[in-house]
Nanobody, 114 residues
Framework: VQLVESGGGLVQPGGSLRLSCVAS????????MTWYRQVPGKERELVAL????????THADSVKGRFAASRDNAKNTVYLQMNKLKFEDTGVYYC????????WGQGTQVTVSS
């Protein structure tokens, strides 16, 4: 199992980014996929979940209406579209899956700054 995130960067408040997480070793449609973010000094926060099967999504209240998680089964990839970014969205974003145990990608840094 391997997860590789990309798409982070520096963006101004109000801007957008799309994160990608390419999975290998399993099918993303067969497992719940999650996006987390980590801010130094704080606990890792669950941002979004993509349910296995129908791909329905759940988002944290802090990002609801601004972020949208999605999945492309053909590419075995999950995405996190982030719009209307705020300073407090800054952090390292990880995708994760539980396949026997928890697996994490290396993370991608998102910095919202003017």
């Amino acid at each position: 199992v391997q997860l590789v995130e990309s798409g982070g960067g520096l963006v101004q408040p109000g801007g957008s980014l799309r994160l990608s997480c390419v999975a290998s070793g399993f099918a993303v449609s067969d497992y719940d996929m999650t996006w987390y973010r980590q801010v130094p000094g704080k606990e890792r926060e669950l941002v979004a979940l993509i349910s296995w099967g129908d791909g329905s999504t759940t988002h944290a209240d802090s990002v609801k209406g601004r972020f949208a998680a999605s999945r492309d089964n053909a590419k075995n990839t999950v995405y996190l579209q982030m719009n209307k970014l705020k300073f407090e969205d800054t952090g390292v974003y990880y995708c994760s899956v539980h396949v026997g145990r928890d697996y994490w990608g290396q993370g991608t840094q998102v910095t919202v700054s003017s």
